[in-house]
């Protein structure tokens, strides 16, 4: 059933009457991460009392505005809506203590601006998970591009700007010169830029030219560049340069998680599952993702700077919701849209343990840190965590997210045996970049003369954060049904 609920409206514009208020108080600090705690709070609350009416089946609706017949400002609560919306929620509470133990710790200028671009950051990913069509998700997209531009480019240094104009030129561009012309055929053809009901059916007549389906297909597959899939991957690593935060925030909350929700969405709910296996799209998309699954890892391997190889693992983890989502069966499905979830609380673990560790001793490559674990306990044993979910090794999240992809690849009629191989392959290229992380940090020796007696943990509203990720990275491990119940409930 449809139910029209002005919860939606409230959700999205919490975030920004945060940054609003943040911007109004900015000479007064407690205050201001005051109201970014409170909108974060009221905006997870907001979103946790729509989960019983979807549980029940129904979905929420609210229009705001119609521009042309098919064409209109909507928003929409479904399963698939929550995934996203419950993890940018409940991280951004959080990110809010992370951010101010980080940028207090060292000091950091602009902070004002840093919280108000994180909450408008917050405003246009909630906007995207609820959005009701390509139109409306459109829109909040690119407001997530224009307001992290400033969180990539804070240090407002030579580095600091390269990095902030590759993103955006890299993100703006791809979807102003391929996802747009793509919107705008899309609706010439079909009357409408309205989701699906259900991943089925998809939007598109039966009689539709198909070679200008699949055209139109690997424009929105490479145009949502957020999504980090090779060759339009290379503005994530640029953006490094940002603060931890920052990175946290690019990583598991909003900047690629948007990415990969807005290009699943548009495969599950305008292409559809018939289609896409119609015209073998969902094969030939499971090997293209497969690529940078693979080849990201490797490069992982190469980099001896901590952000940089998470930048790289990021790459390749996003690939795996695409390929779940490729595979075009029930429990590769499931596999990819949980790792939406499983994904966002381990990563940002492991940046958020980066960030305390440059905090705590100014480090920021992996072969300085022989020893440190030993000074730095919680911070390495959340690292621990949060490797193994993103390694797949039980109990932890990334397990469920590993069997559903491999019972999933099982079930496809064809190549099952190569995307079996990919899976194997790409975990044991996880163990080879993240355990020697934790290795040297407790079984390394420190260089000669190097002495670790004056340096300690980071400040607890960095640690405490930290620990209650990596515990939640367990907890769904060991009880995922919360989340499966939304994730199932899209594959019906």
Not at 119 to 137: K, P, R
Not at 173 to 182: D, E, I, N
Not at 353 to 364: E, R, S, W
Not at 433 to 450: C, D, I, L, M
């Given at each position: 059933?449809?139910?029209?609920?002005?919860?939606?409206?409230?959700?999205?514009?919490?975030?920004?009457?945060?940054?609003?208020?943040?911007?109004?108080?900015?000479?007064?600090?407690?205050?201001?991460?005051?109201?970014?705690?409170?909108?974060?709070?009221?905006?997870?609350?907001?979103?946790?009392?729509?989960?019983?009416?979807?549980?029940?089946?129904?979905?929420?609706?609210?229009?705001?505005?119609?521009?042309?017949?098919?064409?209109?400002?909507?928003?929409?609560?479904?399963?698939?809506?929550?995934?996203?919306?419950?993890?940018?929620?409940?991280?951004?509470?959080?990110?809010?203590?992370?951010s101010m133990g980080y940028m207090r710790g060292l000091e950091?200028?602009?902070?004002?601006?840093?919280?108000?671009?994180?909450?408008?950051?917050?405003?246009?990913?909630?906007?995207?998970?609820?959005?009701?069509?390509?139109?409306?998700?459109?829109?909040?997209?690119?407001?997530?591009?224009?307001?992290?531009?400033?969180?990539?480019?804070?240090?407002?240094?030579?580095?600091?700007?390269?990095?902030?104009?590759?993103?955006?030129?890299?993100?703006?561009?791809?979807?102003?010169?391929?996802?747009?012309?793509?919107?705008?055929?899309?609706?010439?053809?079909?009357?409408?830029?309205?989701?699906?009901?259900?991943?089925?059916?998809?939007?598109?007549?039966?009689?539709?030219?198909?070679?200008?389906?699949?055209?139109?297909?690997?424009?929105?597959?490479?145009?949502?560049?957020?999504?980090?899939?090779?060759?339009?991957?290379?503005?994530?690593?640029?953006?490094?340069?940002?603060?931890?935060?920052?990175?946290?925030?690019?990583?598991?909350?909003?900047?690629?998680?948007?990415?990969?929700?807005?290009?699943?969405?548009?495969?599950?709910?305008?292409?559809?599952?018939?289609?896409?296996?119609?015209?073998?799209?969902?094969?030939?998309?499971?090997?293209?993702?497969?690529?940078?699954?693979?080849?990201?890892?490797?490069?992982?391997?190469?980099?001896?700077?901590?952000?940089?190889?998470?930048?790289?693992?990021?790459?390749?983890?996003?690939?795996?919701?695409?390929?779940?989502?490729?595979?075009?069966?029930?429990?590769?499905?499931?596999?990819?849209?949980?790792?939406?979830?499983?994904?966002?609380?381990?990563?940002?673990?492991?940046?958020?343990?980066?960030?305390?560790?440059?905090?705590?001793?100014?480090?920021?490559?992996?072969?300085?840190?022989?020893?440190?674990?030993?000074?730095?306990?919680?911070?390495?044993?959340?690292?621990?965590?949060?490797?193994?979910?993103?390694?797949?090794?039980?109990?932890?999240?990334?397990?469920?997210?590993?069997?559903?992809?491999?019972?999933?690849?099982?079930?496809?009629?064809?190549?099952?045996?190569?995307?079996?191989?990919?899976?194997?392959?790409?975990?044991?290229?996880?163990?080879?970049?993240?355990?020697?992380?934790?290795?040297?940090?407790?079984?390394?020796?420190?260089?000669?003369?190097?002495?670790?007696?004056?340096?300690?943990e980071a400040p607890l509203s960095m640690v405490v954060p930290?620990?209650?990720?990596?515990?939640?990275?367990?907890?769904?491990?060991?009880?995922?049904?919360?989340?499966?119940?939304?994730?199932?409930?899209?594959?019906?």
């Amino acid at each position: 059933m449809e139910i029209e609920s002005a919860k939606l409206l409230t959700a999205v514009l919490t975030p920004l009457v945060g940054s609003i208020l943040v911007m109004n108080t900015g000479r007064k600090p407690n205050l201001r991460e005051t109201w970014s705690f409170l909108a974060a709070l009221f905006l997870f609350g907001t979103v946790l009392s729509m989960a019983p009416a979807i549980w029940r089946g129904d979905r929420l609706i609210f229009h705001i505005f119609k521009i042309l017949p098919g064409i209109s400002v909507t928003l929409r609560a479904d399963a698939f809506s929550m995934v996203f919306a419950m993890v940018a929620s409940s991280l951004w509470c959080v990110a809010v203590f992370y951010s101010m133990g980080y940028m207090r710790g060292l000091e950091e200028h602009a902070q004002t601006r840093f919280n108000a671009c994180f909450a408008l950051a917050i405003f246009g990913a909630v906007g995207v998970a609820f959005s009701d069509n390509l139109f409306t998700m459109y829109l909040f997209y690119e407001i997530v591009s224009v307001c992290t531009y400033p969180l990539v480019a804070h240090h407002q240094d030579e580095e600091g700007y390269f990095g902030a104009r590759k993103y955006i030129v890299y993100l703006t561009g791809t979807a102003k010169g391929l996802v747009l012309p793509a919107m705008i055929l899309i609706y010439v053809l079909t009357g409408t830029l309205d989701f699906a009901d259900n991943i089925r059916t998809g939007i598109f007549p039966a009689d539709v030219n198909s070679t200008m389906v699949v055209i139109l297909y690997v424009l929105c597959l490479l145009g949502f560049a957020k999504n980090g899939v090779m060759p339009v991957h290379n503005w994530l690593p640029s953006a490094m340069v940002a603060p931890t935060p920052v990175s946290a925030l690019l990583h598991a909350v909003a900047v690629v998680k948007v990415g990969v929700f807005s290009t699943t969405r548009v495969m599950l709910y305008v292409f559809g599952v018939d289609t896409m296996s119609a015209l073998n799209l969902g094969t030939a998309t499971a090997f293209f993702v497969s690529f940078t699954i693979i080849v990201a890892s490797v490069i992982a391997l190469s980099k001896d700077n901590l952000k940089a190889r998470l930048a790289y693992s990021t790459v390749s983890q996003l690939s795996y919701i695409i390929l779940g989502v490729a595979l075009l069966t029930p429990d590769g499905i499931q596999g990819g849209l949980i790792h939406i979830v499983n994904h966002a609380f381990s990563k940002i673990t492991l940046f958020f343990c980066a960030g305390a560790i440059y905090v705590a001793c100014h480090k920021k490559d992996i072969s300085e840190m022989c020893g440190l674990g030993r000074a730095m306990p919680f911070t390495f044993a959340a690292f621990a965590i949060a490797s193994l979910s993103m390694i797949g090794a039980p109990p932890v999240a990334g397990f469920v997210t590993k069997w559903k992809l491999l019972v999933g690849a099982m079930e496809m009629n064809s190549h099952t045996l190569a995307i079996i191989c990919v899976l194997l392959a790409s975990t044991l290229l996880n163990v080879a970049y993240f355990a020697p992380v934790t290795f040297k940090a407790f079984f390394g020796k420190p260089p000669e003369g190097v002495k670790y007696d004056s340096i300690q943990e980071a400040p607890l509203s960095m640690v405490v954060p930290l620990m209650i990720t990596a515990v939640i990275s367990v907890i769904i491990g060991i009880y995922p049904d919360f989340m499966m119940t939304f994730v199932k409930a899209v594959t019906g």
